[in-house]
């Protein structure tokens, strides 16, 4: 791990209350759908500090397959058959943003179950790493292309609990 974290706990909290403040004031969704496992604890405190409690929320698991180079990766999801998005108002969130194949899939996913409108938030964003034309609509912090853990990110799932975020350097 690196000597210093790249996001101290303090600024993740301030961010997190602040973004969900300016999403509230433009979107009026009534449906949250978080992805496991990363985003457990962004999804957690992002309800939380969310002005307006009228909200269902779920879970769902995505991966996302197939050679990194490859202009639409196959993402696979766990848990979606059960939840029902008709004409709601989703608003999708993930802990990252990288090469944008798993929440440009999920997207198209979501409105095939007949989401009246999809808008994506990602925690953290990493831009230089994509591989689609895909942007989320709303992001928390935008990072360096490194390779980071804690706040719920994993490296093999260790790390997930660290309450601030890292980067994780090669041994
Ligand atoms: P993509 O945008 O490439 O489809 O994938 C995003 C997913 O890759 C995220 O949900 C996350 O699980 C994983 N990911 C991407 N970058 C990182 C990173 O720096 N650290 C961790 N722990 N996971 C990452
Ligand atoms: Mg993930």
Redesign the pocket.
């Known amino acids: 791990m690196s000597a210093e974290p790249l996001i101290k706990q303090e600024d993740i909290l301030k961010r997190v209350k602040s973004l969900a403040e300016e999403v509230a004031k433009d979107y009026e969704f009534d449906t949250v759908v978080g ?1 496991l496992t ?1 985003a457990f604890i962004f999804v957690s405190d992002f309800c939380r500090a969310m002005p307006r409690k009228d909200l269902r929320v779920h879970f769902i698991k995505a991966s ?1 397959y197939g050679g990194s180079m490859q202009s639409s990766r196959e993402v696979k999801v766990k848990g979606l058959d059960s939840v029902n998005l008709e004409g709601k108002k989703v608003l999708l969130l ?10 440009s899939g999920l997207v198209k996913m979501l409105k095939e179950k007949g989401a009246q409108e999809v808008r994506t938030c990602a925690f953290l964003d ?1 831009p230089e ?1 994509r591989e689609v034309d895909f942007e989320v609509d709303y992001s928390g912090f935008k990072i360096p292309n ?4 804690g706040y719920g ?3 093999d799932d260790d790390y997930r609990a660290y309450p601030d975020i890292w980067t994780l350097e090669e041994e």
Not at 94 to 103: C, F, N, P, R, W
Not at 146 to 149: E, K
């Open positions: 992805l990363g996302s993930d802990d990252i943003l990288d090469t944008g194949h798993t929440l990493k790493r490194a390779f980071v853990v990110l994993d490296f």
